[in-house]
């Protein structure tokens, strides 16, 4: 699954990988880009689509896009047919470095945002950092912000973020991929002491 702007980006590339390693594909849903896909109707309309499809419980759901699209894909893996493995493949720094890791899917509600969903962990997490190319400067920068975030949980980032903030935000291959793998390192370490936002203080959920 994927949205109308990033399909067309990167899908191609996606599928001949997949094809190439001797894949079956059943096809490809792909939602409007933004938050207004994460949605009770979307999410309903694309479970009848992976049905329509011939999804089975052989399936893996694939994630391709920002966190919009990693949510929503990954509420619809949880709950077509009792579950079914999904696969996160983040195209916007946010979900590189903080929405595709730790198992949080879902969808809004009217009385608010995420308010219905599921924890489900990916089988996979594969952020190619190429894919941050054509990505929109404002996107971008949002991502930074979660790096940021990041650094100030930890000391030794927050000095790495300074000196290398305008490098990643100029496109430079390898902060990004330095931005990425720390964040998603802090970030699988708060999971693992937390996964499902137990703790009674403090912990995931803050
Ligand atoms: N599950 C979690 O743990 C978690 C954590 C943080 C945020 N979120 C959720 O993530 C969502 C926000 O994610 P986001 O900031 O990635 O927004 P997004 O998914 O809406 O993507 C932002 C825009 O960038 C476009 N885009 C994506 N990748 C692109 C690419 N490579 N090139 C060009 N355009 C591209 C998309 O089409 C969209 O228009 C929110 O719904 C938020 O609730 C979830």
């Known amino acids: ?3 109308a702007s990033v399909a067309p980006l990167h899908g191609a590339a996606l599928r001949e990988g997949l094809l190439e390693s001797g894949f079956d594909l059943r096809g490809e849903i792909r939602v409007p880009p933004g938050e207004g896909s994460k949605s009770m109707a979307r999410l309903e309309a694309v479970l009848e689509e992976m049905l329509a499809r011939g999804a089975d419980r052989r399936t893996t759901v694939i994630a391709l896009g920002g966190g919009v ?12 047919l009792r579950g079914l493995p999904f696969v996160q ?9 903080d929405s595709s890791v730790g198992g949080k899917t879902g969808v809004n ?8 969903g ?21 996107e971008l920068r949002a991502g930074w ?13 927050w000095e790495w973020c300074e000196a290398n903030g305008r490098a990643a935000m100029a496109g430079d291959a390898e902060a990004l ?22 703790a009674p203080e403090g912990g995931r959920a803050c």
């Open 1 to 3: 699954m994927s949205d």
């Open 69 to 80: 699209v990693g949510d929503l894909a990954g509420f619809a893996a949880a709950v077509a």
């Open 89 to 97: 493949v983040p195209t916007t720094l946010l979900a590189q470095v």
């Open 109 to 116: 509600l009217s009385a608010g945002k995420n308010l219905a």
């Open 118 to 138: 599921a924890f489900h962990q990916p089988r996979i997490v594969l952020a190619d950092t190429d894919t941050l190319l054509t990505l929109p400067p404002r």
């Open 145 to 157: 912000a979660e790096v940021a975030k990041h650094g100030l949980l930890q000391g030794p980032m």
């Open 177 to 198: 991929r330095h931005a990425v793998l720390e964040s998603c390192r802090l970030k699988a370490g708060v999971v693992a002491a937390d996964e499902r936002e137990e």
